[in-house]
């Protein structure tokens, strides 16, 4: 019997060989993988003990079994993927027949949960992670509130529908069609930055009346504070709006909105000179800070009375959540007064700047801050020119809420407040003028002092 050549038998071998290379064989790193299936098991243990809990058929164990065979399907392919999720499917399927047949309900929650699951699994086998843990513990936060968002549903009238719809095509469909960048013929008009102004409005409405109905008068005082971050002339116009009912309760959180709206103005104007222009920042330190102690005892003043007199709580039929009306006419305003200040700024130099940050305090002094921050970093203007715009744009701020207030047609609300405002202002102004000499002393006396101011 003779040998076979060593090359014929290769040669021979050789199709064997390729065949069994056909086979799909895949060397996984052990820590890797673990990790992978370990967060898709936690992942689904997370959801599978909100419904055991809830007394669901699919419970902890299964919705492990889930994300596991999930992310064993996404370590091995697209289409073990795609066979496991259909798998998962018809076992959500088979638990809503078997579900009909013994209690003549069904289990729709719960099976789309099942599905979310394995597709988080799957993520996670594909090396996501961020992803499907976000996935997971939202729909978890689903199924857990679920009585409080029923009920949150059932009580919407349809007048709160429409408004919620026309907030989200404000910001979703109208916003992202409009075109970037200033347009025109001598780039003056910014359609979107127009465009936010309306958004604020229309979502601090929003989320003003949500706050309201969920907290009563306690809301009003957060969406002060809350909104001042944002655009304090804006909120301050619709807490005036929203003490129109002249009960004293609501006056008097309003009142105190009101001068958290301007505090918050104050604080956020501060950060922003100190993060963008820390120089400019120091000189502005004074009257900044006079302000907002002045807004602070304001506030504690009005809150003690308030402990002392306090007036049953009624029902309240409250208005619309916002006025898209009121949020148009603002948007234009924005824009004619963003011309103006270019215009300005454009013409007549450095009495211009402070034109432009008078005008966007008045529109923005959040804008108007960062706009004279950045001009102390490019080198255009001195330190002190821009601490002093700054401030004069956040005293616009303070003063332009005066006639926003008349929104509220209460001589008493509008009195308290107007003494406020003016008084804060009238420290501001006197702290913007010591600040300066004050600062000179200050340098004199510590030398690191200077250097931090550049000086």
Sequence with gaps: MSIPDPHTAQAIAAPLIQVGMSLPEVKWPYLVSLTRLSLALALGLLIGLERERRGKDAGLRTFGLIALLGAM???????????ILFLTGILAVFLNVQRLRTNGSNELTTSAAMLVTCVAGILCGKGHTATPASIIVIVTALLAWKDRLTGFSLGLTENEMRSALLLAILAIVIYPALPLGAIGPWHLIEPRAAWVTVILI?????????????????????????????????????LAARARDNRPDTVS???????????????????????????????????FAVMLILTTAWFFVDRNSMQKNTAPHEQ???????SLSAALKYGLVFLILHVAGVVAQRGFGEAGFYAVSLIGGVVSSASAVAAAASLVANGS????????????????????NL?????????????????????????????????KPLLNFLLEKIPTLAQFAGV
Excluded: C, Q
């Design 403 to 435: 006639p926003l207030v008349l929104r509220a047609h209460n001589r008493g609300l509008t009195l308290r407040l107007s003494i406020a405002m003016l008084s804060i202002s009238a420290v501001g102004i006197v702290g913007a003028m010591a600040a």
């Design 202 to 238: 229309a979502g601090i409405g929003f989320a003003n009346y949500v706050l309201w109905k969920m907290y009563g008068t306690r809301g009003i005082v957060m969406a002060g504070f809350l909104g001042g971050l944002v655009n304090s002339s804006i909120t301050v116009s619709e």
């Design 73 to 83: 399907g996404g370590t091995l392919g697209d289409n073990y993927a795609y066979l």
């Design 316 to 322: 309240v039929e409250l208005p619309l959540p916002f």
């Design 253 to 287: 959180a309003a009142y105190r909105g009101i001068l958290l709206a301007t505090g918050a103005m104050l604080i956020r104007n501060g950060a922003l000179l100190l993060i963008l222009a820390p120089a400019a920042a120091l000189t502005a330190t004074m009257p």
């Design 381 to 400: 203007v001195p330190s002190h020119v821009a601490s002093t715009g700054a401030v004069i744009a956040s005293l616009a701020s303070v003063l332009i």
